[in-house]
């Protein structure tokens, strides 16, 4: 019911920066949570970050605390996710997802919307 659409990813040397974006349609952006999560090659999806309809609860992964930043803007139906100081350990692709749940969640079966994903990719 909610499309995402994610862009912004490419290839970036580690300590590089990069800003990635996910925009929604089809429903009303501010009732969701948004998070977003990530899965490399042979590995399970994992999280990374999540924020409340409101902005007000913004959870993280520990690998991510501290270089990652996630924010929302309501008006313009769209997710963010800062990251700098990127590690060679973040590659991986990135998927923006949505949840109907009240409040924020961390947890992969609380999302049911999902985009197609964007390729990072941190060299050495």
């Known amino acids: 019911q909610l499309h995402l659409i994610e862009s912004g990813g490419g290839l970036v040397q580690a300590g590089g920066s990069l800003r990635l974006s996910c925009a929604a349609s089809g429903r009303t952006f501010s009732d969701y949570a948004m998070g977003w999560f990530r899965q490399a090659p042979g590995k399970e999806r994992e999280f990374v970050a999540a924020i409340s309809w409101s902005g007000g609860r913004t959870p993280y992964a520990d690998s991510v605390k501290g270089r990652f930043t996630i924010s929302r803007d309501n008006a313009k139906n769209t997710v963010y996710l800062q990251m700098n100081s990127l590690k060679p350990g973040d590659t991986a692709v990135y998927y923006c997802?949505?949840?109907?749940?009240?409040?924020?969640?961390?947890?992969?079966?609380?999302?049911?919307?999902w985009g197609q994903g964007t390729q990072v990719t941190v060299s050495s």
């Open positions: 997802a949505a949840s109907r749940i009240y409040g924020v969640t961390t947890e992969r079966k609380e999302y049911d919307n």
